[in-house]
């Protein structure tokens, strides 16, 4: 069973950037789609960007062109590399495996996703 740990949170400046990473005690994470997702308080939680199984990368409009996610097989790590960062980015962000192996495509939605890290907190203030 997969345990996910993020890493790579932090406090910093309206414009900043931070690199969160995603690791594994388990299996490797190569062949799942692995998301990332945050949750503000008092708001639910949303998907952010994902990685396939076959590396086809999506993300949603608030970061695009913003944020990059990629993955380290040789590590086993899964990133997200978040530039020009601003205060609606402030949440808690979670990585989550996939319960399959991926395909082509992901998809930013819970739904597939079996094995959730505990988070990691960004926090973007002046």
């Known amino acids: 069973q997969s345990q996910l740990v993020e890493s790579g949170g932090g406090s910093v400046q309206p414009g900043g950037s931070l690199r969160l990473s995603c690791g594994t005690s388990g299996e490797n994470l190569d062949l799942y789609d692995i998301g990332w997702f945050r949750q503000a308080p008092g708001k639910e939680r949303e998907g952010v960007a994902c990685?396939?199984?076959?590396?086809?990368?999506y993300y949603v409009d608030s970061v695009k062109g913003r944020f990059t996610i990629s993955r380290d097989n040789a590590k086993n790590m899964v990133y997200l590399q978040m530039n020009n960062l601003n205060a609606d980015d402030t949440a808690l962000y979670y990585c989550a495996r996939a319960r399959d192996i991926g395909g082509q495509y992901c998809a930013v939605v819970p739904g597939p996703y079996a094995y959730w890290g505990q988070g990691t907190q960004v926090t973007v203030s002046p």
């Open positions: 990685i396939s199984g076959l590396d086809n990368t």
